[in-house]
């Protein structure tokens, strides 16, 4: 039986790696991988969480391949690196998809038309019916991770560990209930956090009505101050005017009327008017006046003029109007200056009061302008085009509301966050005090309650200061209290003691229907209706996922804080700032030591991707066209791994698939096929290798031992680009030179042990090669490894084999001893001088094949096998030294001996193209034939037969050849015929 596999240089890479893939299954090769590695030695890696709504896509396969390579890298380097999926599935993508099931189109029809209960466990029934999809995709790419027992948000165990984490901020002071102004989604009834919106780029282009605005002041008939504003609609909530104290504004006169403006705005907005200038002053002189309102409710303390510090003059009329329940710079004002706040529109942006009275708010700017213009308040009108917050998830257009929710206190931990920032190792490095630290200096407190029904329930019970009792006639009597007390529950056995209640499901409604006792006042204690943000959840999945602090308490305590996390540069703004706020919040340390981010792939056209528009090729036909192992190595080595984003290129991936891995399996090929000829096998010490007397067996061996240092010195810093992009020049080292230098070696070798070293050295070679590469392309690895160690053969029974895979070897150490750099630089430096001498080749169109007389070279340097390479290499008969050329210089006069030796040569590459167009096998002797006499045949016949393994060379094609074709030789055509 043959030691090695013969491969078929034309496999079908796809349908190898379907077959290693099958392997991996029935081996359980994964599964072997950690479990052999000591539990001593632990390497930690967080998965965040996919929404489990969504399906695969090229950003989550970046992500899944990044997390795929490092833990393998990981595992070689003698960890035990345990990885387990995880699920996001509360929020709003899992109810927005129901409800699109369902044709439910706000948040009161799910109340009104199926109910709470009804609708959370459609969404819980929905949920469980994703999986399946990723997990096939996941593991066709090649990631290794463990699906059974994934974690889900969902989980009663891990909504537990949430309740926990809320409650242990709420003790540390970090937790706090408060009416704010934030983003708000009107379809779906419920606040947004700013970096929800700023990570999925939910800005989209909006036209609205930019309208300049006169309100009239009430010290001195006609005269208006000019307000100017984006949104019409919040005119009705008005409630005070802002300026900026230290701005210059004029009074100028239009006609009859009177404008007070801020003088750098005054060109701008008065522009193709006559105005006269009548009066200017710093805006602290109109603080406190008063001006008439707009829509006139009955408030105190309003419609008077304050100072703002957020005014400029950038834009508007230096003039702000101040709607405290619709702006956060108003809001913030109200607190300051004592204001009142209107709050005339309810949770689906419809009006509650009024005129427009349940008309949706961006319906009815148009109308409000309109009212505008025919009551005389309106200056002028324009349309202005912007950029514009939408939802997320429902891409419906965006509020800015007030709404009672429940905060996290970042400004209480913000210095703690910068300093435990520092303990983080970030790739790219620049987004340690860039991105993440900056977003942490700026950051609002954050909004970890929403308004909804598919999420781990608020822990929070409030007195309702209700007090039941029973009377004399046993009657039952309710006393009201203002108790207003407030228990946080970290636990469901703390919510049984106080209730006496025990749930299976703790979502609502069911945890909404337990009450309890008040311990001050003796009231009722309700439950708010709120759930968490699905963020606060992913965020607690360090913990969560293992049910702490209620048990695998051990497990925690080692993997924390993780070793490695990867995502999309958005998350350094999500999911990696609430990791690092949670932990910090708890904890006190950070949550991860590593962190790798990615930047996002556009479509082939600069465009998002999408199917409608064709600008990408769909991961299955990709993976199907190409393979798994290209679309990896063409990921981890572009600019995306230092979180530069880039454009979808298909050819890209063909070229790494041509040029990486269709090389190296050509490589491998190669040595199969004449392993099996010679029926080789493996009979070195890899410390006798330096001992190799050919310098080609030398230089690769050099060059593969600073390949292997490399890699492992990029890995150990997660610099994933470093490592790849080392892997195809290398591979052309080996193809192109290394093996098409020594293909004599392995084809006809008088020197028996010359030709074994060869045979150790590419062995060698290859087997470490794809230990190097497995992290990045474990498909070709895992086949070359195993043919290459006798495992696809049967030789060594799978059993038996203690490592029969690569993913269960250890990663190579570089051997300095056989690393030779000055031999690696001399090697380069000859490649050099060949390439110079090619190209002047090309330049007098003068064919490689075709013998030159000389060449003279300026370098003195090199030994003499490496001016023997030179020399066989630009095929020239004498190499001569000559100091007073600049570089080199080609002989290029061509003598009659000359010109029949190349034709010789063209004969040889001609008949060689037929051996293989035959299908003889390389060490198949022939006899050839030619249809006429050759004068060149009289110097050159022996060369010929023995580059092509002739017994015979005749003139005439008499009788029967396995194949005859014609060729022109010497501007001659003659018909060449073989047969073995």
Not at 8 to 19: A, L, V
Not at 326 to 350: S, Y
Not at 432 to 450: C, L, M, V
Not at 759 to 774: F, G, M, P, R, S
Request: aromatic share 12%; with cysteine.
């Amino acid at each position: 039986m043959p030691k090695f596999k013969k491969v078929d240089p034309k496999k079908n890479y796809s349908e190898m790696e379907k077959e290693v893939l099958a392997f991996w299954k029935k081996d359980k090769t994964f599964e072997k991988s950690v479990k052999r590695r000591s539990k001593d030695k632990y390497y930690s890696f967080y998965d965040g969480p996919p929404f489990i709504t969504g399906v695969p896509h090229y950003g989550t396969l970046l992500s899944s391949i990044v997390k795929d390579a490092v833990p393998r890298y990981f595992t070689m380097k003698g960890f035990r690196v345990e990885r387990r999926w995880g699920w996001d599935c509360h929020g709003l993508p899992a109810e927005n998809m129901v409800e699109k099931k369902l044709g439910i189109k706000s948040k009161r029809e799910i109340e009104e038309k199926i109910g709470i209960k009804k609708f959370n466990q459609i969404c819980l029934e929905e949920t469980s019916k994703i999986a399946d999809e990723w997990e096939e995709v996941i593991n066709r790419v090649g990631r290794w991770v463990e699906f059974r027992g994934a974690y889900k948000t969902m989980d009663k165990s891990y909504m537990e560990s949430v309740w926990w984490a809320f409650s242990e901020l709420y003790k540390k002071g970090l937790v706090y209930e408060d009416v704010r102004v934030s983003l708000f989604c009107p379809r779906c009834s419920t606040p947004l956090s700013n970096f929800e919106i700023a990570m999925d780029n939910s800005y989209e282009m909006d036209s609205d009505p930019s309208v300049f605005v006169k309100i009239k002041w009430a010290g001195e008939d006609n005269t208006f101050f000019l307000v100017w504003t984006t949104t019409p609609w919040t005119l009705p909530a008005n409630v005070a005017l802002a300026v900026g104290k230290d701005i210059e504004y004029v009074k100028v006169k239009k006609g009859k009327e009177k404008y007070i403006i801020a003088q750098k705005r005054l060109e701008k907005v008065l522009e193709e008017t006559e105005f006269q200038i009548i009066d200017r002053f710093k805006g602290q002189v109109l603080v406190d006046q008063k001006y008439q309102p707009i829509f006139s409710c009955a408030i105190e303390n309003g419609y008077r003029v304050i100072s703002g510090d957020f005014v400029t003059t950038e834009e508007g009329t230096g003039i702000v109007h101040i709607a405290p329940a619709f702006g956060e710079d108003d809001f913030l004002a109200r607190k300051k200056h004592n204001l009142p706040m209107i709050v005339n529109v309810d949770e689906e942006g419809r009006f509650t009061e009024g005129k427009w009275l349940g008309k949706k708010v961006w319906e009815v700017n148009d109308e409000i302008v309109k009212w505008l213009k025919e009551n005389n308040f309106l200056l002028k009108k324009e349309q202005i085009t912007h950029s514009y917050p939408h939802c997320h998830r429902c891409h419906t257009k965006l509020i800015y509301k007030a709404q009672p929710a429940w905060y996290v206190n970042i400004e209480k931990i913000r210095k703690d966050l910068i300093e435990k920032n520092e303990n983080i190792n970030w790739h790219p490095g620049f987004l340690k005090y860039g991105r993440f630290q900056k977003g942490i200096e700026t950051a609002p407190d954050w909004n970890i309650s929403r308004d909804r029904y598919f999420g781990t329930a608020v822990p929070v019970w409030k007195c309702t200061g209700k007090i039941e009792s029973k009377n004399r006639n046993m009657k039952i009597e309710t006393k009201e209290t203002e108790c207003n007390n407030i228990k946080v529950i970290g636990s469901y056995k703390e919510l049984k003691d106080l209730s006496g209640i025990e749930l299976e499901d703790y979502h609502r409604p069911g945890v909404d229907e337990i009450t309890f006792k008040c311990e001050k006042c003796g009231g009722v204690m309700c439950r708010v209706p709120q759930v968490f943000d699905s963020w606060i959840e992913s965020g607690s999945m360090p913990f969560a996922q293992f049910h702490y602090p209620f048990e695998n308490k051990e497990i925690f305590e080692k993997s924390f804080p993780t070793d490695f996390i990867a995502e999309y540069i958005a998350q350094t703004r999500a999911w990696f700032y609430v990791l690092h706020v949670i932990s910090v919040g708890i904890f006190g340390q950070e949550s991860f030591k590593n962190v790798v981010t990615t930047g996002t792939i556009a479509g082939n056209d600069g465009k998002k991707m999408s199917k409608s528009l064709g600008n990408y090729t769909l991961p299955d036909l990709v993976l199907e066209k190409y393979s798994a192992d290209a679309l990896r190595f063409y990921l981890l080595s572009s600019p995306l791994l230092n979180a530069q984003n880039i454009n979808f290129s298909e050819k890209a991936i063909a070229d790494i698939q041509r040029k990486l891995l269709a090389t190296l399996w050509n490589s491998y090929s190669f040595f199969t096929l004449y392993a099996e000829v010679d029926n080789w096998e493996p009979n070195y010490q890899v410390k006798d290798l330096k001992k190799n007397k050919n310098l080609l067996d030398r230089w690769i061996i050099s060059e593969l031992n600073v390949l292997i240092a490399t890699v492992d010195e990029k890995m150990q810093n997660y610099d994933l680009v470093g490592a790849t992009k080392t892997f195809e020049l290398f591979v052309d080292h080996l193809s192109n030179w290394y093996i098409r230098r020594s293909r004599k070696r392995f084809w006809k070798s008088e020197n028996d042990e010359d030709k074994n070293e060869a045979y150790c050295t590419l062995h060698y070679v290859l087997i470490e090669l794809a230990k190097v590469l497995a992290p990045f392309c474990p498909f070709v690895a895992e086949e070359i490894y195993r043919n290459l160690t006798g495992l696809n053969t049967g030789i060594i029974e799978n059993g038996q084999a203690e490592k029969n895979s690569v993913h269960l070897e250890d990663f190579p150490l570089a051997n300095k001893d056989l690393v030779d750099e000055k031999l690696n630089q001399r090697m380069q430096l000859a490649r050099k001088i060949v390439s110079v001498g090619l190209q002047q080749r090309a330049l007098n169109k003068i064919k490689v094949r075709q013998p030159l007389a000389e060449v003279k070279i300026s370098e003195n340097n090199l030994e003499k096998e490496l001016l023997e390479i030179i020399q066989e290499e630009l095929n020239v008969k004498k190499i001569t030294i000559d100091n007073n050329i600049s570089e080199l210089e080609l002989d290029l006069n061509l003598t009659l001996e000359l010109k029949q030796e190349g034709a010789a040569r063209e004969i040889i590459r001609f008949v060689q193209g037929m051996r293989k167009e035959a299908g003889y096998q390389v060490d198949d002797r022939i006899q050839i034939a030619f249809s006429e006499k050759l004068s060149l045949l009289e110097n050159f016949q022996k060369l010929i037969a023995r580059e092509t393994l002739s017994d015979d060379l005749t003139i005439g094609l008499e009788g029967e050849f396995d194949l005859q074709k014609e060729v022109e030789i010497d501007q001659k055509k003659v018909v060449i015929g073989i047969k073995k």
